[in-house]
T-cell receptor, first 114, second 115 residues
């Protein structure tokens, strides 16, 4: 069975500082990894994905994520956080042998303080 | 940018009643999904749908649940006899392909409250 862990319920960071949201996964087979963001009263908005190739992937709004196969991690990063980045972030995984379903982590709330 | 739209945004229903949640996927998408999120818990997969049939479903998706694409634009989730534990946020999603590198695009959700 596949699973995703986001070890931090909340991350607090000052505006302008680097932001990291952690994600680790457990799958049988090659993972396809995704990050989504959820703003209040909105749905899940796709940020970026890792399928294959370069371990560092870039996405929307200046976010990037680094795939690390040996550590089974896919941490989300932003070099300089904005107050508007405050939201709920979800990591998700799909595995080819397991169909199309996404398996989500529990989410991490990011609070960027001015 | 095209969006997945869901109606209603909030549905309040008496236990035992039937409820239908509606979704309009992105127009050129062919794969449709329902997920739910019980308050304080993870987003969970319910069902995927392609070519007018269910392609995959989870253990949660039991006989009280059904999905339908009644016309060329809508995708619905029906819960036949609601239970208190069905209270959750229900998200519809769609993707243009079933390949695993395509992201699923989500609607804003329907908050279902069972009384």
């Amino acid at each position: 069975a596949q699973s995703v862990a986001q070890p931090e319920d909340q991350v607090n960071v000052a505006e302008g500082n680097p932001l990291t949201v952690k994600c680790t996964y457990s799958v049988s087979g090659n993972p396809y990894l995704f990050w989504y963001v959820q703003y209040p009263n909105r749905g899940l908005q796709f940020l970026l994905k890792y399928i294959t190739g370069d371990n560092l992937v870039k996405g929307s709004y200046g976010f990037e994520a680094e795939f690390n196969k040996s550590q089974t991690s896919f941490h989300l990063k932003k070099p300089s956080a904005l107050v508007s980045d405050s939201a709920l972030y979800f990591c998700a995984v799909r595995v080819k042998a397991a169909g199309n379903k996404l398996t989500f982590g529990g989410g991490t709330r990011v609070l960027v303080k001015p | 940018e095209p969006e997945v739209t869901q109606t209603p945004s909030h549905q309040v229903t008496q236990m035992g009643q039937e409820v239908i949640l509606r979704c309009v996927p992105i127009s050129n998408h062919l794969y449709f999904y329902w997920y739910r999120q019980i308050l304080g818990q993870k987003v969970e997969f319910l069902v995927s749908f392609y070519n007018n049939e269910i392609s995959e479903k989870s253990e949660i998706f039991d006989d009280q649940f059904s999905v339908e694409r009644p016309d060329g634009s809508n995708f619905t989730l029906k819960i036949r006899s609601t239970k208190l534990e069905d209270s959750a946020m229900y998200f519809c999603a769609s993707s243009d392909q079933g390949t695993h590198n395509q992201p699923q695009h989500f609607g804003d959700g329907t908050r279902l409250s069972i009384l």
